[in-house]
């Protein structure tokens, strides 16, 4: 294998690759992209959207994930010329010392796409990943995803993503006292304002609308970004969107 060739051996663990569809989260809003969802979180966020990928209590994950060649991957999400590739999970940076990622992300080169990273902020990218990803989107997880703070915050791995000066950072709140952590998360880590969007949590519409009432304008005043959840409003909580 080379440092951007596909060894038809190699595989990754995901639970869907689909697109092209938008990116509904983010700076990255609206962009016309395909995502590739890979298997396995080591968090266990009480609201999470895709547990699925993660939570073998709940799902069998041997039917939810599949072991799939790299060259099978990256043929779909190349259908119909994306333009960008989201990289999501599960935790996508669990996978990075896998012979398979580097595959993936040398064929996403040689196509030509732009490459974006979707992590909880746990995991701090490797020189290879730094270098080939154009943008890391992370999500670091407030109180109420219900992990304890030493699981949900490495201090270590949330420096080495600003290091890149690749990195965002998204947060999902539900009210102003979430608002209000963000701050203080954002100032013990030395994360700028201007690099920080805000996200209501919710799977539908009406939740998403009353709570923006609350947090739109104190999320402003911190100098922070909003981020809708653009495929929500457009499909609902429709898998595969």
């Known amino acids: 294998m080379t440092d951007r060739g596909i060894n038809t051996t190699d595989t990754l663990v995901i639970r869907e690759t689909f697109g092209p ?10 962009r016309r992209c395909s995502f590739i969802r890979l298997g396995g979180c080591n968090l266990a966020c009480e609201w999470c959207d895709t547990p699925e990928t993660w939570d073998g209590d709940r799902f ?11 060259a099978e991957i990256i043929t779909r999400a190349l259908k119909d010329d994306p333009g960008m590739v989201v990289i999501t999970g ?8 896998k012979d398979g990622w580097h595959s993936l992300l040398g064929a996403l080169i040689l196509a030509g796409v732009e490459i974006e990273v979707e992590t909880n902020g746990t995991q701090e990218p490797e020189v290879h990943t730094a270098r080939w990803v154009d943008r890391f989107n992370v999500s ?26 690749k990195a965002v950072f998204k947060f999902v709140v539900r009210d102003l006292a979430d608002v209000q952590e963000v701050q203080a998360f954002t100032a013990a880590h030395g994360i700028p304002p201007h690099l920080v969007w805000v996200m209501p949590e919710g799977t539908d519409t009406a939740t998403l609308s009353a709570r923006w009432g609350e947090i739109a304008d104190p999320a402003i005043t911190a100098g922070f970004n909003l981020s809708h959840r653009l495929h929500v409003a457009i499909w609902g909580d429709e898998k595969g969107r």
């Open 140 to 165: 670091p997880k407030l109180a109420h995803a219900g992990d304890p703070a030493d699981k949900r915050i490495r201090p270590g791995a949330l420096h080495a993503l600003l290091e890149t000066r």
């Open 90 to 97: 599960g935790e996508p940076l669990l996978h990075q010392r």
């Open 60 to 70: 069998d994950l041997r039917q939810t994930l599949t072991r799939t060649p790299v």
């Open 21 to 30: 569809t938008v990116q509904g989260e983010g700076p990255s809003t609206g």
